[in-house]
């Protein structure tokens, strides 16, 4: 089950201490992009993930776009901060978060994964040793197979608390 389990759940992506995790001798942020940091099928980026990303860019962090969802959605996003970017991805699939890890240069120990789901972001972020952490989704529009999952997930949180 701990591959389940975030390393850290945040309410918030403004609550993620940025400061903390570049303390912690992170360096890079593998960050997920539906229900993260834009709402479901939008090409819009919350202000919140827009201060996100541009603090961290400002301390130093190396950012990754790793999204399940077409590459021209992920592109415009990615396009748009100059981040480098995987999609679509397989996540969960490891391989998806080492060739990300490939693009950031840095070993999974410096780097930290961000989204919304623990079926893909935080179980491939675990999977390759990487810092998890979880944000609530955005929106709660989603596709029915993002809300079986999301089932699942309750399920599983509620064992791991
Ligand atoms: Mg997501």
């Given at each position: 089950m701990r591959y389940f389990q975030p390393a850290e759940i945040s309410g918030?992506?403004?609550?993620?201490n940025l400061k903390k995790l570049w303390d912690m001798g992170k360096r890079g942020i593998i960050l997920d992009l539906?229900?993260?940091?834009?709402?479901?099928?939008?090409e819009e980026i919350t202000a919140e993930a827009d201060t996100f990303i541009r603090s961290a860019l400002n301390l130093g962090f190396s950012l990754c776009l790793l999204s399940n969802a077409t590459r021209s959605r992920a592109k415009k996003i990615a396009d748009f901060y100059q981040l480098p970017f995987l999609a679509?991805?397989?996540?969960?699939?490891?391989l998806s978060f080492k060739i990300a890890l490939k693009i950031l240069q840095l070993p999974s120990a410096q780097v930290v994964v961000v989204g919304d789901q623990i079926f893909t972001d935080i179980l491939g972020g675990n999977l390759v040793k990487c810092y998890t952490i979880l944000v609530p989704p955005l929106?709660?529009?989603?596709f029915i197979g993002t809300r079986f999952m999301r089932f699942l997930e309750r399920k599983v949180m509620r064992r791991n608390l």
């Open positions: 918030c992506l403004a609550s993620i539906d229900n993260t940091i834009t709402p479901w099928r939008t679509p991805a397989l996540k969960p699939c490891p929106l709660n529009k989603e």
